[in-house]
């Protein structure tokens, strides 16, 4: 198993979660940006950084995740992408996409997307509260320990 991040828009509290967890428990890291990062000195943790352009980094994921890893996103396509190939994706706020979810979290998204075209609905997510973050370490904790006991 292997982590991937959807680097180029994760909130850094959420990537220093990741930083402790890999180191933690031992797992590879990997994050994927359009940018040069800067990743603490782990043998678990590195960067690829790809190049610029609409969904270069979602699609590098996409391509290199295999069946058992995680991804961190909050792009709904990559995700549903990432379960269509056995993977588990997990967004910033700690929610879980699944194959009986993922779907409904599509066309969700599709709908908003919609709407904000018609400019009947506008903005995105809040920030990332405290609540968020507590969130997401405890599903990440889950979902390490249940690939870890296999």
Known sequence: MRIWVDADAC?????????RA???????LILVANKLLKVPPSRHISS???????????????EAVEPGDLVITADIPLASAVVDKGGVALN???ELYTADNV?????????????????????????????????????LDTVLTRALAR
């Open 11 to 19: 909130p850094v509290v959420i990537k220093e979660i990741l930083y």
């Open 22 to 28: 890999a180191d933690r428990v031992g797992i590879e």
């Open 48 to 62: 690829r950084r790809v190049p610029a352009g609409f969904d270069v980094a979602d699609r590098y994921i996409e």
């Open 92 to 94: 910033p706020r700690g």
């Open 103 to 139: 779907r409904e979290h599509l066309s969700r998204r599709d709908l908003l997307d919609e709407l904000r075209g018609l400019g009947l609905a506008g903005g995105g997510p809040p920030p990332l509260d405290a609540s968020d973050r507590r969130n997401f370490a405890g599903k």
